[in-house]
């Protein structure tokens, strides 16, 4: 929603990458048709999407029904759309999909129960698209990404209104924030695997790991 960096990032990838390779669109992750015409968006430009990846998120425990529909609604809206769009029962090629959840989708945290519980809701979303039985049919993968916490403006600039106990949530945090380039690393291991469908990287500060979420309900 930020047009400002959002066309600064633009810029920078496009000298990188070279313009044909990079399209930037502002939008509201919140507006479903807003989102479906990013979508369409990327798919006349380019042709087909191989890897999505729904990365939008906030921290704001005060504004906790926004949180849900960015965390999480949103994530199922694009889920959606990616999933119709690359099926291979309905003539799509196939594809990776990557949420992205947190360290949060796997433990519990007083000073953020409505995000954590969001990035939980992400987490058990995914692993359970992931265990579906016409997974290998429709040519689907699906991943997931449990950072740390990472250096960007929602951690460092952190306050009472965003989270209960400012203080505190900074204090557990002291010595375990990530840099964006750690995260990014993570995100490249995880979406190059040979086999990635079910895959949980959790990515600390002490490095990396795997997880996988298995149905003890059947």
């Known amino acids: 929603v930020n047009s400002t960096v959002g ?3 633009f810029e920078e990838l496009k000298r990188r990458f070279s313009k044909q390779n990079v399209r930037f669109t502002e939008f509201d992750v919140t507006n479903h048709q807003q989102f479906k015409d ?8 380019f042709g087909h999407v191989d890897v999505f990846v729904n990365n939008a998120g906030i921290m704001n425990e005060s504004k906790w029904e926004q949180q849900v529909l960015v965390n999480y609604t949103a994530v199922i809206c694009g889920t959606q759309l990616a999933i119709e769009h690359m099926r291979k029962d309905k003539g799509g090629r196939g594809g990776r999909i990557i949420n992205i959840s947190s360290i949060a989708g796997l433990g519990d945290l007083f000073c953020t129960p409505v995000y954590g519980g969001t990035k939980h809701a992400i987490r058990s979303f995914t692993s359970a698209l992931a265990q579906s039985p016409n997974v290998e049919e429709i040519g689907i993968e699906y991943g997931i990404l449990c950072p740390d916490p990472t250096a960007t403006d ?4 952190i306050d009472n209104e965003k989270v ?15 840099q964006v380039s750690d995260v990014v690393d993570g995100f490249m291991e995880l979406v190059q695997l040979e086999k990635m469908n079910g895959a949980i990287l ?3 500060v002490d490095g990396q790991s795997y997880r996988k979420m298995v149905n003890e309900a059947v």
């Open 38 to 45: 990013a979508f369409d968006l990327a798919v006349s430009t």
């Open 202 to 204: 959790q990515v600390t």
């Open 154 to 157: 929602l951690i460092l600039k």
């Open 164 to 178: 209960h106990n400012a203080q505190e949530f900074k204090e557990l945090m002291q010595g375990r924030i990530l």
């Open 7 to 9: 066309n600064d990032t």
